[in-house]
């Protein structure tokens, strides 16, 4: 999905570390308030760098999230908005696997 | 080779943060003046979270580096050892491929 790729929809919050056959790594920084565009992931690893609290909304689905930094999680595939809730900044790292 | 695991040889520096059949994510830490044991790693992503340097030893080859905080890079399959040669504390992550 090219043109819902996320370093397209929010250029501002998405910065690419690092790209090969195998990955491609980007870094997520956003501050309270802000919002994303619908933007699609592959499957990837989360890694929080930030506490944080944000609202995903997945289709019809709006789930609240509360998470800590130093945390690694597994992001299925998806298409998403996420909204940051909380009063601090949200910084993630994203290790797209390319399948 | 699972007698070389990290989590194997220096328990007290490698800590699994999360695994599933695609993925295996280490958090490493060390302090200055601190060495490794001979380990292996799969082909794996490297996430640097503090500035560091330290000598790397590949079979006969020895290399040192001085690597920044925030930094992504490939990290080919290898067994090596390492070394914290600098001042600061060691602070990265591994996720590792399961290929």
């Given amino acids: 999905m ?3 790729d996320p370093t397209l929809t929010d250029p501002d919050k998405y910065k690419v570390l690092f790209e090969n056959d195998r990955v491609r790594v980007l870094d997520f920084r956003d501050t ?3 919002k994303t565009k619908p933007h699609h992931h592959p499957n ?11 609202r995903l909304t997945v289709g019809d689905n709006v789930r609240d999230v509360t998470v800590e930094a130093g945390k690694a ?3 299925p595939e998806q298409v998403h908005t996420g909204e940051n ?3 601090t900044d949200t910084h993630v790292v994203f290790v ?3 399948d």
Same sequence: chains 1, 2.
């Avoid at 990837?44 to 944000?54: A, E, K, Y």
């Fill in 73 to 75: 999680q597994w992001s």
């Fill in 32 to 34: 309270p308030g802000a």
């Fill in 96 to 98: 797209e696997l390319k």
């Fill in 2 to 4: 090219p043109d819902l």
């Fill in 44 to 54: 990837s690893v989360l890694l929080t760098l930030s506490d944080f609290q944000r």
């Fill in 85 to 87: 809730i909380g009063t």
